[in-house]
């Protein structure tokens, strides 16, 4: 089960109050790239563990738990950047709060760069929704019951994660915020690394490919190693690390070539009756030139 | 642009239609681990791919455009395993087609485990959703801008991707499907190496942290390399690779320890007036104990 | 404003509750063809309909609201068939109730066949979503600000709504649900006559191409009239009434042929620094062979 | 069934076309405080309504009518705010029409600050979609079947409308508009009193523990009127009108504590064979140090 | 920032596997009634809390973290139910495994009740979506800046959360899962209760109209009481408590009539030229009889 | 399968960059009336067509390649319209790049006009999604099974396809942007020829209703060419020729007139026990006055 303490994994502080950053951090709470789903992918992942022993499952409640913490964070930022916010267009330009903060930008030019819904349903705080207003979907919580195949969702979210962020530290000048992100960034970097471990602990290249429970025999080895050019004009594909020379796991020779198809085309036939067709799908020949 | 070809790009055929095999057929078309989110995702990968060359814009288009033919053939598939489908919950038990087909099995019990909108909806045929009938989102559709970050998106997806299309192979026992699914699993696993090998390609170790174009001297190094123990009762986080020796970008060393808050509880104040808040919000205290 | 009447549109009765055919009903109030659509989308039109006149505005009042009436009656339709329907899987087999009604169907059985929200978050009454239990998502209602746009979307709305009407119809042998059918069809009958008549009264093949106030000089009259061939081996496009003879609106003369790519592969150069980007992205040459 | 006036249920002016007003206001139609979500809540809730008589079904269904009723007020403002919106960016910053009514803001900064939809894809009227563009999901239509639950989940929305609505009039200065909403004001007003005064009806109370039909003897009553502390360093929850003192259905007493884990660790074990995860999951001691 | 402690807040235990409740179980983790929804709606309404003190953000904070716990131990409840579960749908009927378990059903049958995702997406595990596979959706994070609105969005989501609870208990038979649930349910209870009790301590009736702080003399008061009746045949609405006698705010007094509108026929006159109107909607009349 | 050709089917060049006219490229790509709707939707069409031959199988196998081309295409005007995008709100007024380019726009009102994604997701690259930032959903690819129904739902697509293109086309005053665009809105005045002559060609008012497999004399033919009049006031619905005169079908006449409710009040009586409800709604009389 969980506790929690009141005070924050890291310090926030906001000097400059900004609307419109306030709308990008909503992309690192609930974008795709976000803290919600890096939490709660973490925590699935944890729950449904099945293996020998709880070691990663372990480790998965760790992170998720931590993640959780990053959220609280950036909800905080967001409500500390939407304080000065204008809450109607026509505002007086002398309006001392906007005007001294937002560098003499118009009440009406803050709030059309801003999300609505930071205006008129949360208060101006922060909602798990992204930084165009989408609501996050929790479709992004990979958990598939493979290990590995977790560990690597798990690196591409951190990937994600990390680019967001470092985006996010770029795109603001506010110390205060430069400060909370170049935290998460660090975070973001051990979290990387962490999941690469994990599969490096497994074995590396002894792990693929995912699942290595299934019998490789059983799968059309003649392409399992081949790099399938799609090429209208019959050129071969790129050449590269991926085209030729041993695979990565050691099993086969990587090669490349053009591809021709190998079926036929598909000839489903007439519609059943009583199938919601049109008669002429069904029963008679089609308008046929 | 896309050129096509009328025939599949591997055999199809169902010795044995099974309306149950074609709903989970339908998680490799419409899943998130499926092939249309592999298609669009290396498509649009390849469309924004920024780079000195175009080599690995090239790369993505040709196995983007692989991926469709990949949808076409478990499109095809659904099709036929549809084809004898009841459309009536009554139909008599002695109908041939359905009788002979699902074993015995009632028409009205092979109903109850169909995606209805396969009867009401499709004609019989694949749409692009799930297994359970949720239409695919094209939020799934990861790409970043950055490379790297985009390979470990691409192997997570082939990750997934391969565990599912071995869970479907595992489920089925119709020849022709297997067949159909041997092919595709080998090129899960060539998938799978190839993204991997454009990572060695681009450095290895040496593409991280993910983006390695921020100056890493900028984060708070101090929690780079650091496992971060998220128990209550005060103990380390579980020991292993990530715990402890060099970080596998050699520009650390792994510790692991408790940690604590280091931020203060966030106070944010009383509402501003006009915004929405109750009165007790704004300009009263609140009750207290 | 809208009033309303205690009475349904049109008697609604169920003599042997289904539960499987309450989740089939699902698919006419919540699917993508369905009434709760057709209501919004037929509302939203008249309510956005800018023209010299109200007439068609007024039309799609009296059809928006004749088909909230339909919701009402398919609402109905779905608690009734739930009657019967069992809440707990382990039922005695001889229970009188499920037993008579379900055909000696186990407990267990029905509930598999059912949508789990008729039973647990519903009190076994109907809630806006399709028969797989998808909820309907109001991106579905077009209406574009042009009226004969919008009445092609409305035919495309019932030609779809009354295919799924027939299956429904085909799919049942309840004869109270079988009259509440008729009546419904004969309806979707009567709309999709409707807005093809609109079209035609102003003006048919004069109303192509869809909007006729854009001056057709200004398109690409080559490619107006032209069925672009794909096909990979350079063979031309199926041929009919679309590839050759005039064009429908009398402005054109079909052709088709064979299309070779009239643009270049697109060179979008290095990525920008600070972009989040790998190094190698911006400022390197990338690994090349 | 329903029938319609072609009257709006209030007048609906417009004085100064604002388009980001046109956009805030999309809010309280296609948000999830908005109309069409009451709407739809009180008519489904009405259709599914079980009970002895037919009164509180007859009260839903007077109030839902009265909504669609909104809903239509508000998409005829959202027409009325576009008006004069501009349609191209680089628009003449003399142009009669912008120029004047936008108080000087050039074409551009207008667009910039719309739903790209208002412009794009519906000719400049309103759409089933919040302020920020996300559509309505009819996910958020809440009839459970229960009374008293649904008539708590009325008073949520009529609470956070009412909220809503209150910001959206602070936040214009078009006396047409604040007219209007000075009546939609006041209906949410009498729609929180009357959702409330069903519960008082229905025994105020008495109608606690929601479901009040499941016999209370059946819950763990420990911990039915007892408040649970989380925070980790032990320390009470807050105290208050919830931490002691009667219960407010008068049926216990309430009390507060730390509270401290009755269960166990999961152990979920192995991986079954076949079913997708890694060997190391399945047969072999994972990685341990 | 959070803590977590290994071990379940409450045991669970699973006695009989069950594959048909563990999908019934996924409404309680990822379903709108369900835990997730509460625990993230808690830590949001807590993060953006702005009150003169941070009363309520504790007792938030507090009820958050216990549901975190209870999204824990459903989602275990869920793997414990999968243990089973047949992952072949012509696995012999003599398996001895799901036979035993699943009282002599045919693998074919479970597997068609159940979630397909939970077979071939999580390696028979839980995932946050509901109990027909749709995804957990954070705009269901009620979170709106008013406390009061917000503890009668949370009222609301207990209501429906424990009717929820009362049907999963009486659908099975389970006593690991009775007394899982019996201890769920009593949470339930007390969240009800809590809730209100912050609105009676924050003032009862005093609270409405919800917000408080908007002057009720802005509002149309000869509306702000009125129970609008919208029968056709000019009927009045149903009598009871909402419809005379003083309001419940003490503030005015009910009546109940039918209504007429006030408003006219909006007319939105011509389309704008370049507006993507058809021309007959722009510049001539359209047809009119 | 499918075959791609490096260079694009048109030109594509951007004179002046605009990261404006960017995010309303998204609506071609992503939105209801894009281009992945109409290539996922011909492409299902076509691989679920059932029918006596291939032909139609094969024309929209052709026109659904030509659209994946065009999805590629304006990926590619994204990327290039956001080349000078800003990357910091307060970047140098005299920033030389975005400086010049956005007339003399100062880099935050660029940015608070964009979607954020394409600044923090994307790396300044389309991603499928419309102009406001919603995730292209696959429930918009209709599939019905039905010829002439699909047929209908492609002129539909096309019809608003085209006119979003006018409407982009109108929005822009860039050459390059112009000279695209008109090829595209010269395609989609092929594609609403193409898809009419189809459903000519298969027999035009013939081929009505849809689906003109079912025995229309199982319809309620009374109503099926009567114009339903749901005007409160009792007046006729307006007429036209829709309202009198022989249908388009030649099968009926039509009629128009006020319609009186057929059903009766629905009694669905009290609820069931255990099944969730409230006492009062299972077993005694609920309160009446």
Known sequence: MLYHDKRLQYPVRVEKPDPLFARQLQQAIG??????????????QAWGARAPNNKYRDLL???ATEEMGHVEMLATAVALNLEKAPLQAEEAASDAIVGAVMGGESARHVMEGMLQ???LSTGLAAFPANSDGVPFDCSHIYASGNIVADMYCNVAAEATGRTLAVRLYNSTNDPGMKDML??????D?????QWLAVVE???GAETLPIPNSFDQSKE?????YFLMGTQRDGKKPPSGRF???????GRGEFSAGHFEPLGEEPVLGPARPHSGAQREQIDRRMAAE
Not at 182 to 187: E, L, Q, S
């Open 61 to 63: 409640l760790n992170t």
């Open 117 to 119: 819904r930071h205006i």
């Open 201 to 203: 602990e497994l074995g």
């Open 182 to 187: 170049h935290f998460m960034i660090a975070r």
């Open 243 to 249: 085209s030729h020379g041993p695979s990565l796991d």
């Open 220 to 224: 059309h080895t003649d392409y399992s």
């Open 31 to 44: 974008g795709i790239e976000g803290e919600i789903r890096v939490c709660l992918q973490y925590f699935f």
């Open 189 to 193: 970097t051990m979290h990387q690394q």
